[in-house]
């Protein structure tokens, strides 16, 4: 998914996708210790996709505050 479509997610839509993604991500670790992952690099991926919808998430955050705070 591209940052610019997180973006248009709301911070409930955005909790469920990193719970979807982490639970993506056990079970790929699950199969990697039991020697049926095919693709290795879909850990990356999960972890790197996790990051992004937590930065969006800190963003809306912080845009939260600014208008609260003026």
Sequence with gaps: MKINE???LTVDELNAKVKECRA???DIRFKL???QVENTAEIAFL???IAQ???VIREKEL???IV???
């Design 53 to 55: 919808i937590k930065t």
């Design 33 to 35: 210790a039991t020697h």
């Design 63 to 65: 845009a939260e505050e």
């Design 47 to 49: 972890r790197h996709t």
């Design 6 to 8: 997180l973006r248009d």
């Design 68 to 70: 609260s705070t003026n």
């Design 24 to 26: 993506k991500l056990f």
